[in-house]
């Protein structure tokens, strides 16, 4: 196995700075407090067992074996693996070249998927699963955003390009880890630290910033950092800046649905990164309202809604981070009805009108009202019985006065909890047309 020693001097570090040390005292412990709450790893064994069961697996190792060419697994296959969080897919890298790797896969009958070839990609697919195999790179030039890449057969390399030390594992398919920057260790020890110069790595791909918090949200269940790794993301979040708003959403909805979001996001406040992504504007009040929020688990859109208010804050986050125009709908409905008290018959009202049950949901959530979100997730949502070709059966003529009737109908039909039948509602409606 290939495990390097670590030096204690980068992880004995705590929050030393004052603009650091302001966060809360009482969700902040000591990067020594967490060494005792290891994360329990899964033995080389079962990790075998779990990856040969897979019959892909097995013939992708066997036929790169028979080529002489070696293939791991890497990247957040192998942390997930290690806490075990079994991926949902693998990521592979070899030594071998893309075209090489085509040579291997048709000679297989494996069939194949080239749109990541650019990037030195080849996807496997096999049965109704896909694997990703991509050659061993090294970073040419990079611009903060992007990186222009060349093919290496050395791994370690290949393992410095990548942001984190926890995601710059790779593993054989007999269990073996390459650890060639303490990543296993800092995953046990809940630690968070980027690949060697922190500033360097931030430097390549300004979007590590939140991918840092992300992962922290992720691994860790305390909110200890280390000086060194803030400092250097402090004075680098002005790349930010330049990063894609949909990038910027992309992750910030992952650091949004961890469990320790409000406190992630006390620190990135506190490190100034708010300024940069168009959250300048936040509070701590809007802080502390997140964190009332997060004990009802609320969606990555309810949980964003708390760091806006007005509409000059909800247009602004809206044009630079570009969520989808559902996603704005959703969040612009929390935010007009939060702060006013809703009744459960309210919120069948409205799903009735096909406002989405996800919105309500969350709307309940904020009114802490969990007894009215288990009966929105059960109810079965009633069709309203009557429709206009029914008025012109009874002698309705056609018209634009069509949708009004209809209207007046279905608020009947409403008041009445839904329990009005197609008949009952006609009559209704025939003796008060008939009324003088």
């Known amino acids: ?111 194949m998927f080239l749109a990541g070839l650019k990037h030195g990609t080849v996807t496997a697919i096999m049965g109704s699963g896909t694997y990703e195999i991509t050659t061993l790179r090294k970073d040419t030039v990079t611009d903060g955003r992007h990186a222009d890449v060349e093919y290496t057969k050395d791994w370690r390399v290949d393992a410095e390009r990548r942001d984190l030390t926890i995601n710059a594992m790779s593993m054989s398919m007999d269990g073996t880890i390459f650890d060639y920057f303490g990543g296993k260790e800092d995953l046990a020890q809940q630690r968070i630290a980027f690949v060697g110069d922190p500033v360097q790595r931030i430097k390549e791909d300004y979007l590590r910033v939140l991918r840092y918090f992300r992962f922290h949200g992720k691994i860790c269940q305390h909110n200890g950092h280390e000086q060194d790794q803030l400092e250097a993301i402090k004075v680098n979040t002005h ?60 969606s990555a859109c309810a949980a964003l809604s708390c760091y806006m208010s007005d509409a000059d804050e909800v247009n602004k986050v809206f044009a630079w981070w570009r969520p989808s ?64 070709k029914d008025l012109l059966k009874i002698g309705v003529p056609k018209g634009k006065h069509l949708g009004p009737m209809l209207l007046q109908l279905k608020n009947l039909w409403k008041a009445s909890r839904f329990k009005l039948s197609k008949e009952e509602l006609l009559q209704d409606f025939c003796v008060q047309e008939m009324a003088p």
């Open 1 to 111: 196995m290939v495990l390097r020693a670590l030096s204690l001097s980068r992880h004995t570090l705590r929050f030393a700075s004052s603009a650091v040390s302001r966060l809360a005292p009482t969700r902040s412990i000591s990067c020594r407090a967490t060494r005792s709450a290891r994360i329990k790893m899964p033995t080389a064994q079962e990790i075998t067992d779990k990856i040969n069961a897979d019959p892909a697996v097995q013939k992708l190792t066997s036929v790169f074996k028979e080529n002489q060419f070696e293939i791991r697994l890497v990247g957040g296959a192998v942390r997930d693996i290690l806490i075990g969080r079994w991926p949902h897919d693998y990521d592979f890298a070899t030594d071998a070249l893309p075209e090489q790797v085509q040579t291997i896969l048709e000679a297989a009958d494996i069939r």
């Open 325 to 388: 125009r559902h996603e704005q709908r959703h969040m612009q409905f929390l935010i007009d009805n939060r702060d006013t008290p809703i009744t459960l018959e309210q919120g069948q009202d409205w799903l009735v009108e096909k406002v989405p049950l996800e919105f309500l949901v969350d709307l309940f959530k904020f009114q802490c009202n969990m007894e009215a979100v288990q009966t929105l997730q059960s109810w079965t949502v009633p069709a309203f019985p009557v429709a206009g």
């Open 239 to 298: 790349g930010l800046q330049n990063v894609a708003g949909e990038r910027i959403w992309c992750e910030m909805a992952k650091i949004l649905q961890t469990e320790r979001a409000p406190d992630l996001m006390e620190t990135m406040r506190i490190c100034q990164i708010f300024h940069w992504i168009g959250l300048d504007h936040v509070t701590s009040a809007c802080i502390e309202r997140h964190r009332r929020l997060q004990l009802f688990h609320p």
